[in-house]
């Protein structure tokens, strides 16, 4: 029987030195971790899974479908938190995280494991339907765009039509009644622009989301950007799952990026780090 090739890390079992395969993101997460800062806990999908998938003419290989789940279900115990269960929702971000640094090139999904069930949980459970109702349509307005291939201004036309009947300028004073029309106006426009409903089985949201930051590796922007920068098309690129950080829950939640005073070369935090 031979051995199943690693293809993912948990955060604390990577270092800064690993960056070719966890990519600088997944790198530095891993360092950060391992260092004891209050990182949100995650793992790394690494650029030779990429390559692999690429190599499998954009097919997930089986033996990665196993370390997904599994690292998952690790994920689940040191939060707390099932992914798709309505009581407690485990919420995650799948990012890109490239070897050499490609910012805005490539693509990611936020407050991925929502559905109908767990946003209504998740309503429940911080007694603030519009902040959970705001989640969804956000992840429903990502995951349309990278997953789905619809054009922003799909949404972006609903979303300021929305905004007009509610007499309102801007995202934070809409209501959670307005968030939940918007949703069931974003699951119309999926089937009107993309020919298919927006998935509500969570594992699902995880896989299709996984393979298209995969792709996202050759789009036309992050080859034009690798080609006037000079990185190497075969790096690939790696793909973080991490628990979520929210920066939409009131007035005293933000994001931002972060450095250390002396930082160590290229060492640079996502918004759902701290």
Known sequence: ?????????????????????????????????????????????????????FQQGNRISEQLHVQIAKAMGQLETAKGQKFGDASQPLLVSVRSGSVSSMPGMMDTI?????????????????????????????????????????????????????KKSEAVSHDQDVTGEGWMRLIEDYKKCMVLEAGREFPQNVHEQLLLAIEAVFKSFNNPRAQIYRKINRIPDDQGTAVNIQSMVFGNMGSDCGTGVVFTRDPPPATMCSSESF
């Open 1 to 53: 029987m031979t051995t199943m090739q690693k293809q993912v890390y948990l955060f604390q079992e990577g270092n800064a030195q690993m960056k070719a395969l966890l990519g600088g993101k997944g790198a530095n997460l891993a360092e950060m971790t391992r260092a004891g800062l209050p990182v949100p806990p995650g793992f790394t999908i690494t650029t030779e899974a990429c390559l692999d998938y």
């Open 110 to 162: 936020l407050n991925l494991g929502l559905n109908d069930a767990t946003a209504k949980g998740l309503a429940e459970l911080t007694g603030d339907p519009r902040f959970a109702y705001d989640c969804y349509r956000r992840l429903m307005q990502m995951f349309g765009n990278v997953v789905l291939g619809i054009e922003p201004i799909h949404f972006d036309l609903l979303l300021n039509r929305l």
